[in-house]
């Protein structure tokens, strides 16, 4: 057997990886969940109690569920059972659920965990409802998706969702000291090096230590350089899902610092999501938004480059195109703001569904045929050009409905011109009514 190893260029001692060798054996010894895992911490609390409550943990990868699950089980006394829901079917899921109430009636609660739980279908989600009810199984479900869009309300009803934080830089350097103790040396590295290879970790603490692992492997002579560690290590995508929640929580950042007149962070977010792979469309779409949302009249030529931003990237194409929508969100995010026309536009829309089917006023009914002349269509109307000042101030309401003020301008940039003139019209208006 030795000997077919050998072909393979294996051997069965062939070590396991860093991040395996380095797994915690405690939950005192898990970095970077403080808030779970501290004195005063619910998962530890429960450990201690050694009565647990089924519960989802959703984090980034790398900071720890599997783990946290395992060593739970371990020192609150119960089995330790675990699923992946990209493997498991229908019938491991019986499997597990039997071999449960099995240890059930010996005596002995079962943890089960299910990694991937977002993965498994609505249908098999419920599940696991009757067997978490029961008590047979106590369910801790590991998710990288935000459980209020994955996860069946009724399953939600029955766990608690704690919040697994990305690691921040001190974890991220324990986690490279255990390392160096674990290996006996210290990784080649300068001191901005080793800052830039905790950036490349992004948060993860097992990616880190497959990374530290390289360059323990590489055992360079002479402590390399930013340069030289990214000549060796690739650093890899930020973690971005299109479909999923980091995509919307990305296009909402952008749009709120559009919104807060701050074109540093606009343009960080702009590019966190170009660089994750969004289609750059998607975000002239919602640039377009913004122009109308939140600038209106204040600026009325924001929509009009919006647009133009949006054929510029249509007609050139990435890279190039892509500077269009810079240059666009730095404008947004200086330009005076105002949701006035939005405001404006959802205080009609509401008087109209509430008013129902009122006629405008007859005065500015069209009057194509005699009949309607007759009826009075048209009659009484002025024409405002030859009105003094070009206003006549008459009433375009419906007679059943009294004059409402939905558009109330701000008075920001141009929107300040157009404020005074519908007061200078207000104040002519009711000197007509008077």
């Given amino acids: 057997m030795a000997d077919l190893f050998e072909a393979a260029g294996l051997t069965p001692s062939q070590p396991s990886p860093l991040a395996d060798r ?3 054996q405690k939950l005192d010894e898990v970095v970077g969940q403080d808030h779970l895992l501290g004195p005063e911490g619910p998962i530890r609390r429960m450990a201690e109690a050694r009565r647990l409550s089924s519960m989802i943990l959703w984090g980034p990868p790398g900071t720890g569920k599997t783990t946290i699950a395992r060593l739970l089980a371990k020192e609150a006394g119960y089995e330790f059972q675990q699923l992946s829901a990209v493997f498991s079917g229908v019938a491991d899921l019986k499997k597990a659920f039997e071999q449960a109430r099995v240890r059930r009636s010996a005596g002995q609660a ?12 609505r249908a098999q989600q419920d599940g696991f409802l009757p067997f978490v009810e029961e008590g047979i199984v106590t369910l801790v479900g590991a998710t990288t998706e935000n459980p209020s869009f994955e996860l069946n309300g009724a399953l939600l009803s029955r766990s608690q969702v704690y919040v697994l934080k990305r690691l921040d830089g001190e974890a991220l350097e324990a986690l490279l000291g255990k390392a160096e103790a674990h290996e006996g040396r210290a990784l080649p590295l300068e001191p901005e090096a080793r800052a830039a290879l905790m950036a490349m970790a992004d948060g993860d603490g097992r990616y880190l230590l497959t990374l530290a692992e390289t360059l323990f492997n590489i055992g360079s ?8 560690l990214g000549q060796i290590l690739q650093k890899r995508s930020p973690a971005y899902d299109k479909d999923r929640e980091e995509h919307y929580n990305l296009i909402s950042a952008l749009h709120k610092s559009i919104r807060g007149s701050d074109p540093d962070a606009a343009l960080y977010w702009l590019a966190r999501m170009l660089a994750g792979g969004e289609d750059p469309l998607f975000v002239a779409r919602r640039l377009i938004r913004a122009a109308a949302e939140d600038i209106g009249e204040a600026d009325p030529t924001a929509l009009i480059l919006a647009n133009a931003a949006k054929d510029t990237y249509d007609f050139l194409g990435s890279p190039e195109g892509e500077i269009a929508l810079a240059q666009l969100t730095v404008h947004l995010a200086c330009a005076p703001k105002s949701n006035a026309v939005y405001m404006a536009y959802s205080a009609a829309m509401k008087a109209a569904k509430e008013t129902g089917s009122l006629m405008p006023p007859a005065h500015i009914r069209n009057a194509p045929t005699k009949l309607m002349k007759d009826l009075g269509y048209g009659k009484g109307y002025q024409y405002d050009h030859d009105a003094p000042e070009g206003f006549s101030g008459q009433d375009y309401f419906p007679d059943e409905m009294p004059r409402r003020q939905f558009y109330k301008p701000r008075g920001e940039g141009n929107e300040a011109r157009v404020k005074e003139r519908l007061e200078r019209w207000a104040a002519l208006r009711r000197g007509k009514d008077g």
């Fill in 110 to 121: 079962t943890l089960l965990f299910v990694d991937e739980i977002h993965r498994f279908n």
């Fill in 22 to 24: 380095l797994r915690p």
């Fill in 221 to 228: 002579a002479k402590p390399l350089d930013t340069k030289a």
